[in-house]
């Protein structure tokens, strides 16, 4: 079976070489060499010449001779929940849905993270008594990333 450090050191080399915020999101290799590997940016998209990029790195550095294997590079979708803090960090700003691991969900803007911990800011229109009109009341939530299950960016057509 192929290294998965191995695999790991072709893809930082091209990533350093290439200097544009790449980071590796998922490296995963199956048991019959399948190789699969996840990037993002942490500003802006991955181009398809990046996927590229780092693919090629991969197989003309691995023999094929020694042992076969198929590679795939992609970005991180957006359907993904976020899995590194590299995402958390370059998503601060964006709406998300949070699960908590106890049960529960929490839906608003992630307005600070931390590899510790997320913020989540919501927002809801409450009556406020003596008071006609509804008011806007915002929370800030701190949720523990070890409480979090999954987080979510939120899709907006607007």
Do not use: W
């Not at 192929?2 to 590796?24: A, C, H, M, P, Q």
């Not at 001779?65 to 958390?88: H, K, M, N, P, T």
């Not at 969900?105 to 510790?116: D, F, R």
């Not at 939530?141 to 979510?152: C, F, P, Q, R, S």
């Amino acid at each position: 079976m192929i290294s998965k450090k191995t695999v790991l050191e072709l893809i930082d080399e091209r990533i350093e070489e290439l200097d544009n915020g790449l980071f590796v999101v998922s490296l995963t290799i199956s048991a019959s060499n399948v190789i699969r590997v996840e990037l993002d940016k942490h500003e802006g998209n991955v181009a398809v010449i990046d996927c590229m990029s780092v693919s090629r790195n991969v197989e003309h550095n691995l023999d094929r001779e020694e042992q076969d294997f198929e590679i795939s590079v992609s970005s991180a979708g957006l359907d993904q929940g976020l899995r590194v803090f590299a995402q958390y960090k370059k998503n601060i700003g964006r709406d998300v849905k949070v699960k908590l691991k106890e049960g529960g969900k929490i839906e608003g803007t992630m307005i600070a993270a931390t590899p510790e911990e997320i913020t989540v800011q919501t927002s809801r229109k409450e009556r406020i008594e003596g008071r006609k009109k509804k008011e806007t009341i915002i929370e800030d939530h701190v949720l523990d990333m070890a409480n979090v299950a999954e987080t979510k960016i939120v899709i907006s057509f607007k």
